[in-house]
């Protein structure tokens, strides 16, 4: 749409008095429902306030015998002589939109239909007053030649959105619903990237593992295409599964995923950190949890104390997911106290060109203290609007708070989740 609107004062005055630029939406409906006017340009300054509220209203007022429906239904240009004589209901049904167009004064109007790859993705409407006359089939055949890309480009515009609207629908669809394990609150967001371009392999995810523990995964597949989030998917699926089937430590069991992406054809690298909330009888007694991870290339986590204190968990960091199909990697462990929160996270909260990472990162410790004192959810939401709003990338977020000795687990969150068996159980 930014070609549309960028032609449009091109065309005018070089070869029209006015401009109109339309898309046509996907759907069933009929053409009226599907067409938006999205630019207008008037060569009279002081009549664009009146080609702009014309704009607003034209559309629903456009008749079958307007040169637009006539131009849709043919895929051909369609022209009109005489426009200003049109009476209600011929052009237009009577009303505003036609009492706006009197105001304009037209002379001639010319539809040219925007083609894509095998239909029409739009149209161009340009109108004469009585002092150019009307348009000859050389001015048509100029102007056809002039906007001949505009069509494909709408067509790859459409194509693109679309993508990412599969792509988008694949990430929320691995994003589950999130457990409520005992004693501990879970929260998570995820954010597409605000350009239109951007797609990727972010995601997120938590669930009770057979020993009554509870994972949480945060992971960044390289890439911003459909391929990042493909296989982002069989990455979060192979692990989600091997993580739930075999009780071992995060390390062991990042390592047995290099191997599964190795031999299965994985063909990406991918950052992740994967972690488990344990509470054995003796920590439990104290409402304590202990938090064991094991990091493949990802930005630390962060660790907000109960007294508002907030540090980043920098500690090693291994290998990037991929990268070789047996790593050397090793957990590290952290005694949570009762109202302590962990955050997880991907790049795209964090990072900003022409900035240091250590920069953008002691401004997420400081932003999060300053949070504080929020409940869980609030906290996800204000550290994306006020870290995320203009993001290039996407985010993903997942945090964890240890309620304090004997508090019940808050409603919000999540679906209860019970594991079937705990560590010890016959």
């Known amino acids: 749409?930014?070609?549309?609107?960028?032609?449009?004062?091109?065309?005018?005055?070089?070869?029209?008095?006015?401009?109109?630029?339309?898309?046509?939406?996907?759907?069933?409906?009929?053409?009226?429902?599907?067409?938006?006017?999205?630019?207008?340009?008037?060569?009279?300054?002081?009549?664009?306030?009146?080609?702009?509220?014309?704009?607003?209203?034209?559309?629903?007022?456009?008749?079958?015998?307007?040169?637009?429906?006539?131009?849709?239904?043919?895929?051909r240009p369609a022209t009109v002589v005489d426009a200003g004589r049109a009476r209600p209901g011929d052009l237009l049904d009577d009303g505003e939109a036609y009492a706006l167009l009197q105001r304009l004064a037209p002379h001639a109007t010319v539809v040219l239909?925007?083609?894509?790859?095998?239909?029409?993705?739009?149209?161009?409407?340009?109108?004469?007053?009585?002092?150019?006359?009307?348009f000859t089939s050389e001015d048509i055949g100029t102007l056809q030649d002039a906007v001949a890309q505009l069509g494909l480009a709408l067509d790859n515009a459409h194509l693109q959105a679309a993508r990412r609207d599969l792509v988008e629908e694949l990430q929320r669809s691995l994003l589950t619903e999130l457990p409520r394990p005992d004693h501990l609150h879970l929260?998570?967001?995820?954010?597409?990237?605000?350009?239109?371009?951007?797609?990727?392999?972010?995601?997120?995810?938590?669930?009770?593992?057979?020993?009554?523990?509870?994972?949480?995964?945060?992971?960044?597949?390289?890439?911003?295409?459909?391929?990042?989030?493909?296989?982002?998917?069989?990455?979060?699926?192979?692990?989600?599964?091997?993580?739930?089937?075999?009780?071992?430590?995060?390390?062991?069991?990042?390592?047995?995923?290099?191997?599964?992406?190795?031999?299965?054809?994985?063909?990406?690298?991918?950052?992740?950190?994967?972690?488990?909330l344990e509470q054995p009888p003796e920590l439990a007694a104290r409402g304590q949890h202990r938090m064991r991870w094991s990091n493949a290339g990802h930005l630390p986590p962060v660790l907000l104390h109960a007294d508002g204190r907030a540090e980043l968990l920098n500690h090693r960091t291994d290998l990037l997911l991929g990268v070789h199909a047996h790593p050397s990697r090793v957990d590290h462990t952290h005694l949570l106290e009762p109202g302590a929160t962990v955050l997880l996270y991907t790049d795209g909260l964090v990072e900003r060109r022409d900035e240091s990472l250590t920069v953008s990162l002691d401004r997420l410790r400081t932003t999060v203290e300053e949070l504080a004192g929020l409940p869980l959810e609030e906290l996800c939401d204000r550290l994306v609007a006020d870290l995320a709003h203009d993001s290039q990338d996407d985010v993903a977020v997942l945090a964890v708070r240890a309620d304090h000795l004997g508090a019940a687990g808050p409603a919000e969150g999540g679906p209860p989740s019970r594991p079937t068996r705990r560590r010890g159980d016959a």
Not at 18 to 30: F, H, K, Y
Not at 123 to 134: H, M, S
Not at 239 to 246: E, K
């Open 187 to 276: 929260a998570a967001r995820y954010v597409p990237a605000a350009a239109a371009a951007q797609v990727g392999g972010d995601w997120y995810d938590a669930f009770v593992l057979r020993d009554g523990s509870t994972c949480l995964v945060i992971g960044d597949v390289t890439g911003h295409d459909l391929r990042a989030a493909v296989a982002m998917a069989q990455i979060r699926n192979v692990l989600r599964g091997g993580a739930h089937a075999v009780e071992t430590t995060p390390a062991v069991i990042l390592q047995s995923l290099d191997w599964a992406m190795h031999d299965l054809g994985i063909d990406v690298l991918s950052s992740a950190i994967l972690a488990t």
């Open 113 to 134: 239909p925007l083609r894509g790859r095998g239909q029409v993705r739009g149209l161009l409407t340009l109108v004469n007053e009585v002092d150019r006359g009307p």
């Open 1 to 75: 749409m930014q070609a549309l609107r960028a032609v449009l004062p091109i065309l005018v005055p070089t070869l029209a008095d006015l401009a109109i630029a339309s898309v046509l939406d996907e759907g069933p409906t009929t053409w009226r429902h599907r067409m938006r006017d999205v630019a207008s340009f008037h060569r009279d300054a002081e009549l664009q306030p009146v080609l702009d509220a014309y704009v607003a209203v034209r559309v629903p007022a456009l008749t079958s015998g307007s040169p637009v429906a006539r131009a849709l239904a043919s895929g």
